[in-house]
Structures are given as structure tokens and as C-alpha cells.
T-cell receptor, first 112, second 114 residues
Framework: KQEVTQIPAALSVPEGENLVLNCSFTDSAIYNLQWFRQDPGKGLTSLLLIQSSQREQTSGRLNASLDKSSGRSTLYIAASQPGDSATYLC???????????FGDGTTLTVKP | EAQVTQNPRYLITVTGKKLTVTCSQN?????MSWYRQDPGLGLRQIYYSMNVEVTDKGDVPEGYKVSRKEKRNFPLILESPSPNQTSLYFCASSFGDHPNEKLFFGSGTQLSVL
């Protein structure tokens, strides 16, 4: 059974700092890995998706990497802003399709 | 606009009163899924569907039913809701079997069962 862990559970940083969020998974036979952002009481917004054959994806100030062999993904946020404050979740979709397993998320607070 | 639409956004009901939460997507996605989100337990998959008339259990299917009679709709049915089904529910969809397919989420349904 796939298990997904996100560390740390919460992170507080001053504005402008670069930061890294971590996601680890137990079964490396994945289809893809997706990073989401969730604001309180709201739905999930897709940030980046990395296919199993890819090593990284970039969008603006965000960069996500994937190392299947070690079961890890990182989300790098450059020059953080207060508007980046949210919970970030990673989701791993298994090769057998149909099922995505989510981590519990990292709650990020960026202080002005 | 491409979107996943859930209704209602908020729902308060009483134990045992059957209810349906609707989910509709306008992206012609084959795959649809229901999740519930609870503090400390994260997002857990209830049911998913790979196409019309094809559904399968997720991690926490007990107490729920689904149907997929049309490609765009995937309603979640609680035949006899109980207080432990109080939760935030999300519907999600994507195209079928390709590793580059993003999962799109609805805005959520906050359900309270008294």
C-alpha cells in the first residue's frame, strides 16, 4: 500500500526566503506525482505535475523535482511572498491507475 | 471554463436521511473520484470511476454509494448518513490513462450530520 509523508507539517518563514517542501513515498512504481495548493476551506489547485519519466518541472517561482529511486519529491519556492501562505499537498498516482494517495500536507506561513 | 462543479457547497442534515452530493465536469474526463478530508487524517479516497458504468472502491467506501451513468456526472450517495460522515468532501476528475494528466478538484462540500 502506497504511503505518502510530508515533512515538515508546518513551516513559517519571513517574506523573501527560499524554501523547500518535502514529500516521500514508499512505492516507487508511480505514474505521476502532483503538487497542490489548498487555501483554508477551499478546494485544491494544481501547481505542478511530474510524470514518472521526468526529473523536474518548473512554473514561475516553483520548481518540483522527483527522485523515484529514493521515493522523494521536493517543491522549491523561490522568493516567498505572504500570498504563498497555504497548505501544500503532494499526491502520488500509482501505476495501476485510478488511485491517488495524498500526503497530509505542509502548512506554510510567509510573514511580511 | 473547464471546471469540476460540486453541489451543494454546504449541507447540514440529520442521521439517517438519505442525501446526494452531485459532481459534474465539463472536460470530457474519463476518470472521476470522491475524497473526504478530515483533520489529522488528510485526504482519503472513497470511490473512483475509470469510465461510464465502471466504479471501484477507494480506501474508505463504507457507507457510501456512487454511480456513473453519464461521463460528466459522478454523484455521491449517502443512503443513511451518520455523524462520522461529517467531513469536507471533494470530487476530482482527469483524463484516463496518461501520466501527464492533472487531477482537477471541485470546490468541496462541507457536510454536517447531526
Amino acid at each position: 500500500k502506497q504511503e505518502v509523508t510530508q515533512i515538515p507539517a508546518a513551516l513559517s518563514v519571513p517574506e523573501g526566503e527560499n524554501l523547500v517542501l518535502n514529500c516521500s513515498f514508499t512505492d516507487s512504481a508511480i505514474y505521476n506525482l502532483q503538487w497542490f495548493r489548498q487555501d483554508p476551506g477551499k478546494g485544491l489547485t494544481s501547481l505542478l505535475l511530474i510524470q514518472s519519466s521526468q526529473r523536474e518541472q518548473t512554473s514561475g517561482r516553483l520548481n518540483a523535482s522527483l527522485d523515484k529511486s529514493s521515493g522523494r519529491s521536493t517543491l522549491y519556492i523561490a522568493a516567498s511572498q505572504p500570498g504563498d501562505s497555504a497548505t501544500y499537498l503532494c499526491a502520488v498516482r500509482n501505476t495501476n491507475a485510478g488511485k491517488s494517495t495524498f500526503g497530509d500536507g505542509t502548512t506554510l506561513t510567509v510573514k511580511p | 471554463e473547464a471546471q469540476v462543479t460540486q453541489n451543494p457547497r454546504y449541507l447540514i442534515t440529520v442521521t439517517g436521511k438519505k442525501l446526494t452530493v452531485t459532481c459534474s465536469q465539463n472536460m470530457n474526463h474519463e476518470y472521476m473520484s470522491w475524497y473526504r478530508q478530515d483533520p489529522g487524517l488528510g485526504l482519503r479516497q472513497i470511490y473512483y470511476s475509470m469510465n461510464v458504468e465502471v466504479t471501484d472502491k477507494g480506501d474508505v467506501p463504507e457507507g457510501y454509494k456512487v454511480s456513473r451513468k453519464e461521463k460528466r456526472n459522478f454523484p455521491l450517495i449517502l443512503e443513511s448518513p451518520s455523524p462520522n460522515q461529517t467531513s469536507l468532501y471533494f470530487c476530482a476528475s482527469s483524463f484516463g490513462d496518461h501520466p501527464n494528466e492533472k487531477l482537477f478538484f471541485g470546490s468541496g462540500t462541507q457536510l454536517s450530520v447531526l
